[in-house]
């Protein structure tokens, strides 16, 4: 079509240089005004339009709305009429009027375009790329064109409501609370009159002296509990029926105690015997890479000599958590059967058995 609008255009030229005939003339140069304005036009704003993501990487629970913003510029000097853009939304769920758009945008003009995606399912999901349709006015010269920018949205697990009571630990830690077995010496709170009882270490002679009575020094009651979460997602430990289903919620679970204690500030770890086997040592700064690792890995099959191996994924994890942590085992199975009788196991804190979802 493109190439029959030229050669019409052409036709025109011909016949305003050659014909001697004025009306014959004057049309020939009105259409090839036109149709060389309308390219020209066209060409235009087809190189001043580009379309950019704000953010390349994101990250959603499942089931959750993400919303996406595109930006969309005009810079050529020339509004762009009535064109039509749109976003791929790859694997992801998105509603029947997003990401498609028919707009008319001035020159020199930007614009943010927003459309929500859902995640029905755990993974790594990829979305783009772009494409837009436009022309000029009087629509001779059309194009389509690909904006190959692409955006990484990693779908975690489903949100999960647990209460978690942090009230043991080790000394000194980022959990306040009211009890004089985790003062912390370096966070001074206030001072107070001298009780029976109080070490003379505690006593402020500054203030006994000006004060003329002995008074005491308190400080924060603070403690440090790590958390280490074991996820079992071997196959041969869930039931047959909901297999899938069961196995979600399991997931759901450790990344909800995950969570849990990084809003807390608590170092935390996390192993699992599903695919990949992902291990993390207590630590701080590390929840959202388990929680990464947690919507990437999932169920593995049965195989031989499995069993011995996720013996041994369980007492490194159990080996890894410092005294006075908490370890949580989530999972379908009896946790004293991974143990082993482990002494080890028998000393933990507290763990969590996931028999029922």
Request: aromatic fraction near 10%; proline fraction near 6%.
């Amino acid at each position: 079509m493109a190439a029959f609008r030229v050669a019409v255009a052409m036709a025109g030229l011909v016949a305003f240089l050659c014909v001697p005939f004025a009306p014959v003339q004057w049309l020939g140069i009105f259409e090839f005004t036109v149709i060389a304005l309308s390219w020209a036009w066209s060409a235009r704003v087809r190189a001043g339009f580009t379309a950019e993501r704000t953010v390349s990487e994101l990250r959603v629970p499942r089931n959750d709305r993400l919303e996406l913003v595109i930006l969309a510029t005009n810079k050529s000097r020339l509004p762009l009429y009535s064109f039509f853009f749109a976003d791929t939304g790859g694997m992801l769920s998105v509603g029947a009027d997003d990401a498609r758009w028919l707009l008319t945008l001035p020159p020199r003009t930007t614009v943010p375009l927003r459309y929500s995606v859902v995640g029905s399912s755990r993974g790594d999901f990829e979305v783009g790329p772009m494409r837009f349709r436009g022309g000029d006015p009087l629509g001779l010269f059309p194009f389509e064109a690909v904006i190959e920018d692409r955006a990484r949205v990693l779908v975690l697990p489903a949100r999960v409501g647990i209460e978690l009571a942090f009230d043991r630990g080790i000394p000194q830690g980022e959990v306040p609370l009211r009890d004089p077995r985790y003062e912390d010496v370096t966070l001074y709170r206030s001072i107070r009159d001298y009780r029976d009882g109080d070490e003379l270490k505690r006593v402020n002679w500054k203030v006994t002296a000006r004060l003329g009575r002995l008074c005491t020094n308190e400080y924060l009651d603070s403690l440090n509990s790590p958390v280490m979460v074991f996820c079992d997602l071997s196959a041969a430990r869930y039931p047959l029926k909901l297999r899938r289903d069961v196995a979600e919620r399991a997931i759901e679970t450790a990344a909800a105690l995950v969570s849990v204690a990084m809003a807390r500030r608590q170092e935390c770890g996390m192993a699992s015997t599903g695919e990949g086997k992902p291990f993390f040592r207590t630590g701080v700064s590390r929840g959202q890479s388990i929680l990464d690792a947690l919507a990437r890995t999932d169920l593995v099959p049965e195989r031989e000599g499995s069993e011995d191996g996720d013996r041994e994924l369980f007492a490194r994890a159990l080996t890894s958590l410092r005294n006075g942590g908490r370890f949580f085992y989530v999972g379908p199975g009896d946790p004293a059967d991974l143990a082993g009788g482990s002494a080890r196991f028998r000393r933990v804190s507290e763990y969590v058995h996931e028999r029922k979802y």
